[in-house]
């Protein structure tokens, strides 16, 4: 079973500024793809980031780069240069197996401020 | 490209009543998810489809039931309504059922059980 868990409800950042959320996850599979998904309110997931398990580079998307630490299971995600359109709720996911099997945390609510 | 079509939007379902409700994935897309939201048990897997195949399902209650067509449109069937139900239930879709393809969200429905 994989478990994924996200220690912080809310974040909040000023704008142009960096913010790191964090995540750590658990699983007994050796493959498995770890995201980012953002919910802002219009309630429609979007895939911000994902990391294959098996790459030792950390994934980078334009201001939005992980930092991926496999033995400790941590999967951290940075945005960098904060934009007000960034405010939205973050879940870190998991799945091994197949592409829709996520398993997610329970998110973190960014709060981007001017 | 059209993304993923969810609906109804919005649903009011009485407690013992069914309900149905239906995702058209990305023309093209295969593979199809459905996940369940709730503000205290999070993000949930329901089930996975593939090829009409069910491939997949998560921890729920014989009352939630779905199926996928031969166009790949899919649907999930709510039997016995409870309070507990109401939440807003996601569909997600995907070019194959491998791990390494991005999965697609709708902008879900939601359903409140009265």
């Known amino acids: 079973a994989q478990t994924v868990t996200q220690s912080q409800p809310e974040m909040s950042v000023q704008e142009a500024e960096t913010v790191t959320l964090s995540c750590t996850y658990d699983?007994?599979?050796?493959?498995?793809?770890l995201f980012w998904y953002k919910q802002p309110p219009s309630r429609q997931m979007i895939l911000v980031i994902r990391?294959?398990?098996?790459?030792?580079q950390n994934a980078t998307e334009n201001r939005f780069s992980v930092n991926f630490q496999k033995a400790a299971k941590s999967f951290s995600l940075k945005i960098s240069d904060s934009q007000l359109g960034d405010a939205a709720m973050y879940f870190c996911?998991?799945?091994?197996?197949?592409?829709?099997?996520?398993?997610f945390g329970t998110g973190t609510r960014l709060q981007v401020t001017l | 490209k059209a993304g993923v079509t969810q609906t109804p939007r919005y649903l009011i379902k009485t407690r013992g009543q069914q309900v149905t409700l239906s995702c058209s994935p990305i023309?093209?897309?295969?593979?199809v998810s459905w996940y369940q939201q709730t503000p205290g048990q999070g993000l949930q897997f329901l089930f996975e489809y593939f090829s009409e195949t069910q491939r997949n399902k998560g921890n729920f209650p014989g009352r939630f039931s779905g199926r996928q067509f031969s166009n790949s449109r899919s649907e999930m069937n709510v039997s016995t309504l409870e309070l507990g139900d109401s939440a807003l239930y996601l569909c997600a879709s995907s070019l194959t059922d491998s791990m390494n393809t991005e999965a697609f969200f709708g902008q879900g429905t939601r359903l409140t059980v009265v």
């Open positions: 699983t007994s599979e050796s493959d498995y793809y």
């Open positions: 023309s093209g897309h295969r593979s």
């Open positions: 990391q294959e398990a098996y790459k030792q």
């Open positions: 996911a998991s799945s091994t197996g197949t592409a829709s099997k996520l398993t």
